[in-house]
């Protein structure tokens, strides 16, 4: 009898503890659940997780996935025929090269020298020139002494000295690149030329650099061809967006001796372990260079690159595209710094627009506010916003 009360007691006991510290979890249940911020948490989670597009797909009734399955299967039949519109649109941009090259070989004869334009072909009007005219009638008057000196240095320049070094410095993408012992070098560039890929060809475009003979090396054209892909991947075709870089590949600079700007010779002491003594050493190392555009990182067979190379290759295929689709064609209005004026202003109106619905919103808090200030008591002072 004696061991039946205690293993009754100890029962009993058992059961309370149990008890003590079921109560104990129900009034921290109570206590988490009165705090507002765990609270609003917990319903921002529900809400994100109830209104998820995938939440609703899940949702669903089979039939209706069933019929969705079928509009992806239409989707990607989309994305093929698109693919075949963009490999259109290739064989179209190398019919009007065709079109645009005479124009463009007449834009480096004149560049060069090569030709003079005629009286014609040099007239145009601007509004700056117009509201100069009066300006330019006195200042004739005050520079007959000097027209002599002046008509003799014209008739010494030939073209238009610097043309694609200008453009290089006005166009903040490539003065990034250009470094000051490449400078010399760009002087002797005549012209930039975009070849697009035969129809028998796999999608590219190839860049061309023609330079005069000069002191740096022996090449007349230096090239850069971008491979393009134009295809859904079968592993993600929805993410097909029309054709897209996906490899480069430059040229080999014949260099002449001790000109190679893409390295410089640095020294360094080394120090023999066993003797102790001291030697100088001499080694060429990389060299930061506008000219490195033309060896360009090439990805390993694996396809795996690290952040920095996968960074230098986006860098790369981006200024590829520039250059094909802006500098070539349109070369004059970035010389003169027309399109850039062009591209700020338009950079200007989107930033106007974000700003204007950003202050539209600060007007909606502020409306929201003023309500509620106005719920409070008069012993409140206001919100003072810092300007």
């Given at each position: ?235 993600d075709p929805f993410s ?109 109106e989107e930033g106007e ?35």
């Open positions: 009898m004696a061991d039946n009360s205690k293993t009754e007691g100890s029962a009993v006991d058992h059961k309370g503890s149990n008890d003590d510290s079921g109560n104990q979890k129900g009034k921290l249940a109570d206590q988490v659940m009165q705090n507002p911020q765990v609270l609003a948490a917990l319903q921002e989670r529900l809400d994100s997780v109830s209104h998820s597009p995938s939440s609703y797909i899940e949702n669903l009734p089979k039939s209706v996935k069933r019929r969705i399955n079928a509009l992806k299967q239409l989707q990607v039949k989309y994305a093929h025929i698109e693919a075949k519109f963009y490999e259109d649109v290739h064989a179209l941009e190398r019919k009007y090269a065709a079109l645009y090259q005479p124009h463009f070989d007449k834009r480096r004869e004149i560049v060069t020298g090569a030709v003079e334009p005629t009286d014609a072909e040099c007239e145009w009007h601007s509004d700056a020139e117009e509201e100069g005219k009066l300006a330019d009638d006195l200042k004739k008057k005050a520079a007959i002494e000097e027209k002599g000196d002046e008509t003799d240095q014209e008739e010494d320049l030939e073209g238009i000295p610097d043309f694609w070094l200008t453009i290089f410095r006005n166009v903040d993408m490539l003065s990034e690149l250009v470094q000051d012992h490449d400078e010399p070098i760009l002087k002797h560039l005549q012209d930039i030329k975009v070849k697009f890929s035969e129809p028998e060809e796999p999608m590219s475009f190839t860049l061309e650099f023609h330079f005069e003979p000069n002191e740096f090396f022996s090449n007349s054209v230096l090239l850069k061809t971008y491979k393009m892909k134009s295809e859904p991947d079968q592993s097909f967006e029309g054709p897209e870089i996906v490899d480069c590949d430059g040229c080999t600079i014949d260099w002449k001796k001790g000109k190679n700007v893409t390295v410089k010779t640095i020294k360094k002491k080394q120090k023999h372990k066993g003797r102790g003594t001291v030697r100088t050493i001499t080694k060429q190392v990389p060299n930061d260079s506008f000219f490195n555009f033309f060896s360009p990182v090439k990805a390993p067979g694996d396809g795996e690159l690290d952040e920095d190379s996968e960074f230098t290759l986006a860098a790369d295929f981006e200024i590829g595209h520039f250059f094909r689709e802006r500098i070539v064609p349109r070369a004059v209005l970035y010389f003169t710094g027309e399109a850039i004026e062009d591209e700020d202003f338009e950079e200007g627009e974000e700003e204007n619905e950003e202050e539209g919103e600060e007007e909606d808090d502020d409306d929201d506010d003023s309500e509620s200030d106005s719920r409070k008591e008069s012993k409140n002072p206001a919100e003072c916003k810092q300007q």
